[in-house]
C-alpha cells in the first residue's frame, strides 16, 4: 500500500484561497464558542446539587435520578434535533438551542415552583432535550467548512471544546457560590439559584456574536465552491425531513459506528463517573477533605491526555488513511481493550491498592483509559457523522450516533453499579467489564472495515460472533450474576443479623452495667458516709452557728456549665454600657 | 438528492471576508533575522512595561484600566505571532511550525506545574525528560535567531503563492 494518492489528497484538501482559513477559524471558534457555553448550563447541575438538597431535602438518589433522566432526554433529544437540524439548519438549530436553554435555565433559577421535584425534573428533563440541538447543529456546521481529509483534526478540537466548556463553568461556578460584586451588582455566598441565572447570560452574549459572525457554510461567506462534499455537492445545506430520515436510517454505516459509538459511552462514562470511587475505594484516598497530590495530578492530567489524543488520533486518520475514521478507530478500540484487560489483570493479581506502586499502577491506567476513551469519541463522534452525511444530512447521522453514546452509558453505568453491589467493591469487574465493551466496539469497527474491503462474508461472521459473544454473555453472565447475588444477599442478611446481635449484646452489657452501677451507689455513699452520722449534718462543721449551718445546709440552685452559659447567654452588656436603669 | 438553494452573501458577510483576507495576509510576507530580533526585543520590553504598570499602579485603579492593559499584551502576542510567522517563511518553512515553538514548552510548563517539579529538586530524571521535549523548539528558535533567509521566492511569499496557485 502507497501513501502516495492519501500525501496528495491530503495536500489538495488543504490549499484553500485567500481568507479562508482565517474565515473558517473565525467561525470554528464562533461555533465551538457557543457550544463549550452550553455546557455552563448543562453542568451547573452538578454544583446546584448540594444547595438544592440542603434548601429542598432533595435525596441523593433524586439527584442521581435527575442526572439519569437528564441523560435520557438528551440521547433522545440528539435522534429528535439532529433530523430537525437538517432541515432547519445548524446555525438555526444552535440558536434555538440555546434560547432554549437560556429560558429554561432562568425559569429554574427565578421561579418559586422548583422546589416540587417533579416540576424541576420536568423543567431540566426539557434542557436536556434543548441541549441535544448543539451537537448536531455544530456537526452539520463544521461538516460543510471541512473537506473530508480535514475533519479529523477539527474532531479533535471539538473535544478540546467540550473540556473547555466544562472548564468555564468550573472556574465560574465557586465564584458564584462565594459571592461575588460586580457593579451594583451583588450576590450573596451559597446562592445556588444563581447558577442558573449567571451561565445564560454567557450563552446569550455568545449567541448574539454567533448570529452575526457564523455562516452555515462557506457559499454563504463568500467562498463558493471552496469545499468539496462527497455525499452531495449541491448548493444549500438542508434537506427535507424524510430524505435526511431515509439516507441515515439505511446507511449501514451509520449503524456500526453507532454500536461502536455505544461502547465508548460506556466506557468513557465509566472511566469519568465512577473514577472518585475507585479513588477511594481502591487506592484509599479520602476524596471528600484531603484530596492526594497524586489525585489531583491524576485528574489534571485525564482531560490534556485525552485532548492531545484525540487530536493526534483525527489527525492520523486525515493524513495516512485519507478521512476514513473506522481503520484507527478499530486500533484504538482494541488498544483500549488491552489496556483495560492489562488493568483487569493488574488488579486481581491485587498489585493496585493504596501502595505508592498501587497508587501509581492505578492512576497510571486511568490516564491510559481516558486517552484511548476521548479518542474513539472525536473520530467516532464528530468526524465520522460529518463523512456519512455531509454538509445536509450531517445534523441526524450525529444524533443517531451520539444518542448511542447515551444508551451505551446508561446500559454501562447499570450493569458497573450492579456488579460492584453484588461483587462487595470489587473493581476487577469494572475493568472487565469496560474491556468488553471495548472489545466489541473493535470488533464493529473490525466488521466495518472488512465491509468496506468488499469481504462481505468475513464481515457477517464478526457480526454473528459479535451477537454470540452479547448472547454467550447473557447465557453464561446472567446465572453467575444470579448465584452471586444470592451469596452476596446471604452475606448481608448475615452481617445483619450479627451486627443486630452485637448490638442486642451491647445493649444487654449496658443494661447490666447500669443496674451494677445502681446496686453500687448506695454502697459507696453509706462508705463515704458514716452511719452515726448520716442524718446529722453538724459534724461537717461542728464550729458553725445555727444560722451559718442553715446557709450552708440550704441546697442552692444549679449552675449551668460556663462555657454554655456564655454561648447560650446574650452578651453581657458592659460595664460602661447603658443599661435600663442606668441609660 | 435536494432543490437547488440560492446562496446570498450578505454584505457584512463579504465584510468579514475582507477582514479575514486582511489577517491572514500579515502573516504571509517575510522578516529578515535583524528585523525580527528587534521586533522580537521591542515587543518584549513593552510587554514587560505593562506589567510593570500593572503590578505597581493599575492594581487599585477601575478595572477597564486593566482590561486595557490585558487587551494591549493580547495584541502584542499577537505581533510577536506574526513576527514568527513570518521569519519561518524568511527561512522557507511552514507557519505551522509556530506550533512547534509553542506547544512543547507549555506543555513542559503545565508538567512541571502539575508535580510542583520546582520544589522537587530531586526528580531531575523528569526534568531530562521534559528538557528533551522541548529540544526541537530550542532548535528552531536558534534557527529563527542565526539563520540567514532562503534567496527569491521560496512558495510562502503570500499573494504570489496563491496567484500561483490559482493559474495552475
Given at each position: 500500500m502507497t501513501t502516495a494518492p492519501a500525501k496528495a489528497q491530503w495536500k489538495d484538501a488543504h490549499m484553500h484561497p485567500p481568507g479562508f482559513r482565517a474565515r473558517r477559524g473565525l467561525n470554528w471558534f464562533t461555533v465551538g464558542l457557543l457550544y463549550a457555553t452550553f455546557y455552563m448550563c448543562r453542568y451547573n447541575f452538578r454544583f446546584a446539587g448540594p444547595g438544592m438538597r440542603e434548601e429542598f431535602g432533595f435525596e441523593a438518589q433524586q439527584i442521581a435520578d435527575l442526572a439519569g433522566w437528564f441523560s435520557l432526554a438528551y440521547g433522545t433529544g440528539q435522534l429528535v434535533n439532529g433530523l430537525i437540524c437538517d432541515r432547519i439548519g445548524g446555525r438555526a438549530s444552535m440558536l434555538l438551542g440555546a434560547i432554549g436553554t437560556i429560558l429554561l435555565n432562568i425559569a429554574i433559577g427565578f421561579s418559586p415552583f422548583i422546589s416540587n421535584f417533579s416540576a424541576f425534573a420536568v423543567l431540566w428533563m426539557l434542557n436536556g432535550y434543548l441541549q441535544a440541538a448543539g451537537t448536531p447543529g455544530m456537526v452539520k456546521i463544521n461538516a460543510a467548512w471541512f473537506n473530508r481529509a480535514e475533519r479529523g483534526v477539527f474532531a479533535g478540537i471539538f473535544g478540546f471544546m467540550i473540556q473547555s466548556g466544562q472548564t468555564m463553568i468550573s472556574l465560574l461556578a465557586p465564584v458564584i457560590l462565594n459571592g461575588f460584586t460586580f457593579l451594583a451588582f451583588a450576590v450573596g455566598p451559597g446562592n445556588w439559584r444563581m447558577l442558573f441565572c449567571i451561565p445564560p447570560i454567557f450563552v446569550g452574549l455568545v449567541a448574539i456574536w454567533f448570529y452575526f459572525i457564523s455562516a452555515p457554510?462557506?457559499?454563504?461567506?463568500?467562498?463558493?465552491?471552496?469545499?468539496?462534499?462527497?455525499?452531495?455537492?449541491?448548493?444549500?445545506?438542508?434537506?427535507?425531513?424524510?430524505?435526511?430520515?431515509?439516507?441515515?436510517?439505511?446507511?449501514?454505516?451509520?449503524?456500526?459506528?453507532?454500536?461502536?459509538?455505544?461502547?465508548?459511552?460506556?466506557?468513557?462514562?465509566?472511566?469519568?463517573?465512577?473514577?472518585?470511587?475507585?479513588?477511594?475505594?481502591?487506592?484509599?484516598?479520602?476524596?471528600?477533605?484531603?484530596?492526594?497530590?497524586?489525585?489531583?495530578?491524576?485528574?489534571?492530567?485525564?482531560?490534556?491526555?485525552?485532548?492531545?489524543?484525540?487530536?493526534?488520533?483525527?489527525?492520523?486518520?486525515?493524513?495516512?488513511?485519507?478521512?476514513?475514521r473506522y481503520p484507527v478507530a478499530m486500533v484504538l478500540y482494541f488498544t483500549e481493550a488491552v489496556v483495560i484487560a492489562t488493568a483487569a489483570i493488574v488488579m486481581g493479581l491485587k498489585l493496585i491498592g493504596p501502595t505508592p506502586a498501587g497508587i501509581l499502577l492505578?492512576?497510571?491506567?486511568?490516564?491510559?483509559?481516558?486517552?484511548?476513551?476521548?479518542?474513539?469519541?472525536?473520530?467516532?463522534?464528530?468526524?465520522?457523522?460529518m463523512d456519512i452525511g455531509g454538509k445536509k444530512m450531517a445534523g441526524f447521522a450525529s444524533g443517531v450516533i451520539d444518542s448511542f453514546q447515551y444508551y451505551g452509558a446508561a446500559i454501562g453505568l447499570f450493569l458497573t453499579g450492579r456488579l460492584l453491589?453484588?461483587?462487595?467493591?470489587?473493581?476487577?469487574?469494572?475493568?472487565?467489564?469496560?474491556?468488553?465493551?471495548?472489545?466489541?466496539?473493535?470488533?464493529?469497527?473490525?466488521?466495518?472495515?472488512?465491509?468496506?474491503?468488499?469481504?462481505?462474508?468475513?464481515?457477517?461472521?464478526?457480526?454473528?460472533f459479535m451477537i454470540l459473544l452479547v448472547?454467550?454473555?447473557?447465557?453464561?453472565?446472567?446465572?453467575?450474576?444470579?448465584?452471586?447475588?444470592?451469596?452476596?444477599?446471604?452475606?448481608?442478611?448475615?452481617?445483619?443479623?450479627?451486627?443486630?446481635?452485637?448490638?442486642?449484646?451491647?445493649?444487654?452489657?449496658?443494661?447490666?452495667?447500669?443496674?451494677?452501677a445502681a446496686e453500687a451507689k448506695p454502697k459507696?455513699?453509706?462508705?463515704?458516709?458514716?452511719?452515726?452520722?448520716?442524718?446529722?449534718?453538724?459534724?461537717?462543721?461542728?464550729?458553725?452557728?445555727?444560722?451559718?449551718?442553715?446557709?450552708?445546709?440550704?441546697?442552692?440552685?444549679?449552675?449551668?456549665?460556663?462555657?454554655?452559659?456564655?454561648?447560650?447567654?446574650?452578651?453581657?452588656?458592659?460595664?460602661d454600657a447603658p443599661t435600663p436603669a442606668n441609660p | 438528492m435536494s432543490a437547488q438553494h440560492p446562496v446570498t452573501v450578505t454584505p457584512f458577510q463579504l465584510k468579514l471576508k475582507q477582514l479575514c483576507i486582511a489577517v491572514e495576509t500579515l502573516f504571509e510576507c517575510r522578516r529578515g533575522r535583524v528585523a525580527f530580533l528587534l521586533n522580537?526585543?521591542?515587543?518584549?520590553?513593552?510587554?514587560?512595561?505593562?506589567?510593570?504598570?500593572?503590578?505597581?499602579?493599575?492594581?487599585?485603579?477601575?478595572?477597564?484600566?486593566?482590561?486595557?492593559?490585558?487587551?494591549?499584551?493580547?495584541?502584542?502576542?499577537?505581533?510577536?505571532?506574526?513576527?514568527?510567522?513570518?521569519?519561518?517563511?524568511?527561512?522557507?518553512?511552514?507557519?505551522?511550525?509556530?506550533?512547534?515553538?509553542?506547544?512543547?514548552?507549555?506543555?513542559?510548563?503545565?508538567?512541571?506545574?502539575?508535580?510542583?517539579?520546582?520544589?522537587?529538586p530531586s526528580l531531575w530524571e523528569l526534568w531530562i525528560v521534559l528538557g528533551l521535549m522541548?529540544?526541537?523548539?530550542?532548535?528552531?528558535?536558534?534557527?529563527?535567531?542565526?539563520?540567514?533567509?532562503?534567496?527569491?521566492?521560496?512558495?510562502?511569499?503570500?499573494?504570489?503563492?496563491?496567484?500561483?496557485?490559482?493559474?495552475?
Open positions: 457554510s462557506p457559499d454563504e461567506a463568500g467562498y463558493a465552491g471552496t469545499i468539496h462534499d462527497d455525499v452531495d455537492n449541491s448548493a444549500g445545506t438542508t434537506v427535507r425531513v424524510w430524505e435526511s430520515f431515509k439516507f441515515v436510517f439505511s446507511n449501514p454505516l451509520v449503524w456500526f459506528y453507532a454500536v461502536a459509538y455505544g461502547c465508548t459511552g460506556a466506557v468513557r462514562h465509566a472511566s469519568d463517573q465512577l473514577a472518585p470511587l475507585y479513588f477511594e475505594d481502591v487506592l484509599g484516598f479520602n476524596m471528600k477533605t484531603n484530596l492526594p497530590e497524586i489525585a489531583v495530578a491524576t485528574l489534571a492530567l485525564i482531560p490534556m491526555v485525552a485532548v492531545a489524543g484525540s487530536v493526534l488520533s483525527g489527525w492520523v486518520s486525515d493524513r495516512f488513511f485519507r478521512g476514513h492505578g492512576c497510571l491506567f486511568l490516564v491510559l483509559i481516558a486517552v484511548t476513551a476521548n479518542s474513539t469519541h472525536s473520530i467516532v463522534g464528530a468526524a465520522a457523522p453491589k453484588v461483587s462487595d467493591g470489587n473493581y476487577t469487574f469494572w475493568f472487565g467489564l469496560m474491556t468488553c465493551f471495548a472489545f466489541f466496539g473493535g470488533c464493529a469497527m473490525l466488521s466495518l472495515l472488512l465491509r468496506q474491503k468488499g469481504r462481505q462474508a468475513a464481515s457477517r461472521s464478526v457480526i454473528v448472547l454467550g454473555g447473557l447465557v453464561f453472565g446472567m446465572p453467575k450474576y444470579r448465584a452471586q447475588k444470592e451469596v452476596h444477599r446471604a452475606r448481608v442478611a448475615e452481617e445483619a443479623a450479627a451486627l443486630a446481635a452485637a448490638q442486642a449484646q451491647a445493649a444487654e452489657a449496658m443494661a447490666l452495667a447500669d443496674a451494677q459507696v455513699r453509706k462508705v463515704k458516709r458514716a452511719p452515726e452520722v448520716a442524718d446529722d449534718h453538724r459534724w461537717i462543721a461542728p464550729a458553725m452557728d445555727d444560722d451559718t449551718f442553715q446557709k450552708k445546709a440550704t441546697p442552692k440552685p444549679k449552675k449551668k456549665k460556663p462555657k454554655k452559659a456564655a454561648i447560650n447567654a446574650p452578651a453581657a452588656p458592659a460595664a | 522580537m526585543i521591542g515587543t518584549a520590553a513593552l510587554y514587560w512595561a505593562i506589567m510593570v504598570v500593572q503590578a505597581r499602579w493599575l492594581a487599585a485603579r477601575p478595572w477597564p484600566l486593566l482590561a486595557i492593559s490585558h487587551l494591549g499584551q493580547g495584541l502584542l502576542i499577537f505581533w510577536a505571532i506574526i513576527q514568527v510567522v513570518r521569519r519561518l517563511h524568511d527561512l522557507g518553512r511552514t507557519g505551522k511550525l509556530f506550533w512547534a515553538i509553542v506547544i512543547p514548552p507549555w506543555v513542559a510548563w503545565r508538567v512541571a506545574d502539575l508535580f510542583h517539579l520546582t520544589e522537587r522541548c529540544l526541537w523548539t530550542v532548535w528552531l528558535i536558534l534557527q529563527l535567531i542565526f539563520r540567514p533567509g532562503s534567496e527569491g521566492p521560496n512558495g510562502y511569499d503570500g499573494r504570489d503563492f496563491y496567484k500561483k496557485n490559482q493559474a495552475e
